[in-house]
């Protein structure tokens, strides 16, 4: 028998010494948090520091590719809902509570182009006041967007400055830079057709995936409505009782693999993000930021996963069986995989209409998983988008749904119903997944319900690492494409 009986179990209550080390655990974790806090927002790695907030940027850059197919009627009204939409957003971050010095850059930058250099230039002094180290790249700003400065004479060196905003920022304000440091029109014209090709590139990207995401969707769509059809057209049955799921960990092994983790992720994480911010500059770069992030994952992960497989009480491929690594076809595994994403697709898309036609507005949906902050800036070198995406699409799946799927919810669905075993495996999810800048819980909480209930389904972890490696293959194109054009 793969799965051991309750009857050959010892109570659940823990035993005074694993409950000892679990409140040290705990103890050991809180200290840890009060630590991190602490730090300064300069002990942040420098790779991290651009807030670069993907949903506004995204919004943008999609009026701007609108306007690039000098569009008419309805097209051009949906590209100046888009770009307004991003504006409202930058200035709801700048008059927030934390204010951020690419906020105001980026508001003095449209100011600017708008015809007001006067709301430019006091964007671009706050965004000084915020963060001076970058404070020549302020100053050059003002000075390209507004006609009566005076006090710079343009030349390589200050294109240099500028080459230090995101990349499409850079590109966007090239053609104001060689204007003003009055250069010939051609080289002025050629940096225009360099920013309207890096926008048409977006928009198609954006459209590619969104293509993906529709045809998702409609599979999603014709499942739920035949499983509805389903039920009005069968006899009903009745409910048959929730059995718990028999597995030879209780819900002690399940706590303490989740301080296990919360404690690892506290102390490497935060020993990475030191190493990270004491790198000198000559030698801190994209890709020597996406190993040390990689390998602090890699090395919290994999000992979690090892402490999950020893309480499985069983080795090798057991071990792997028990926590779900099992399906007769690996097919079927894909296809229930990215079916129950198209499914999860289609009742979003269902919420946020509904949202849309009972509060009048349609808010903006979560994207949940990759925080941009953390990977926007690091994408510039081809080896680190490859080591983010064997990471985020490849191998993260894989640990985190034999870790949240095939350990924790058969441990907890143990000793609770289905229902609120899913509910709970989903917190955690959500829970483990904040930082600093992301806490998008809804979002990802929601991605780890379809996960949990795929599981409870098919009582295999295949089609979960599917929809997952899905889910953030999707995520990570979208961001990366911002990043690339």
Wanted: proline share 6%; glycine share 8%; charged share 15%.
């Amino acid at each position: 028998m793969l799965l051991h009986p309750y009857s050959n179990r010892s109570s659940l209550l823990p035993d005074l010494p694993r409950f000892v080390i679990l409140i040290i655990l705990a103890a050991a974790s809180i200290t840890i948090v009060a630590h991190i806090g602490a730090l300064p927002a300069s002990g942040e790695p420098r790779a991290l520091q651009s807030a670069v907030y993907l949903h506004a940027d995204l919004l943008y850059r999609l009026g701007l590719f609108l306007d690039t197919l000098h569009a008419t009627g309805a097209l051009d009204e949906r590209a100046w809902q888009l770009r307004e939409a991003a504006v409202a957003s930058y200035e709801r971050q700048a008059l927030g509570p934390h204010p951020n010095a690419r906020t105001f850059v980026r508001l003095g930058i449209i100011y600017s182009k708008r015809g007001y250099p006067k709301y430019g230039r006091d964007c671009f002094t706050k965004a000084m006041a915020l963060d001076p180290r970058h404070g020549r790249l302020y100053l050059l700003l003002s000075y390209i967007y507004d006609p009566g400065a005076t006090g710079f004479r343009l030349g390589e060196a200050d294109k240099a400055h500028l080459q230090q905003l995101e990349h499409w920022l850079y590109m966007y304000t090239l053609p104001d830079f060689l204007a003003r440091a009055g250069l010939p029109a051609a080289a002025i014209n050629n940096a225009q057709l360099a920013w309207q090709r890096s926008q048409v590139f977006l928009g198609m990207t954006v459209a590619a995936i969104g293509s993906v995401y529709l045809l998702l969707g409609t599979v999603g769509f014709v499942l739920v409505l035949l499983f509805l059809g389903r039920q009005l057209c069968t006899k009903p049955q009745p409910a048959r009782a929730s059995l718990p799921l028999r597995v030879p960990w209780r819900v002690i092994d399940v706590a303490e693999t989740i301080l296990v983790l919360v404690f690892l992720m506290l102390l490497i994480g935060g020993g990475s993000q030191r190493l990270l911010a004491a790198l000198p500059r000559n030698i801190s770069n994209d890709v020597i930021t996406a190993l040390v992030v990689g390998g602090s994952y890699l090395l919290y992960m994999g000992i979690t996963l090892l402490v999950a497989m020893w309480r499985t009480r069983a080795s090798g491929r057991q071990a792997l069986r028990l926590l779900g690594f099992r399906s007769t076809n690996a097919l079927k595994a894909i296809g229930v995989g990215v079916a129950g994403y198209g499914v999860f697709i289609a009742l979003i898309v269902v919420m946020v209409a509904s949202l849309r036609l009972l509060a009048g507005s349609l808010p903006p949906v979560p994207i949940p998983q990759l925080d941009p902050v953390e990977i926007m800036g690091q994408l510039h070198s081809p080896i680190a988008l490859v080591v983010y995406f064997v990471l985020i699409v490849v191998v993260g799946p894989v640990l985190e749904e034999a870790i949240f799927r095939g350990f924790i919810y058969p441990g907890l669905r143990r000793a609770l119903t289905p229902f609120v075993a899913v509910l709970v495996t989903s917190a955690l999810f959500a829970t483990v997944h904040i930082t600093a800048a992301t806490l998008q819980l809804a979002g990802i909480a929601a991605v780890g319900v379809l996960l949990a209930v795929l599981y409870e389904r098919t009582r295999s972890v295949l089609p979960c690492i599917v929809a997952h490696s899905l889910h953030n293959c999707l995520v990570f194109c979208l961001v990366a494409a911002q990043v690339v054009f």
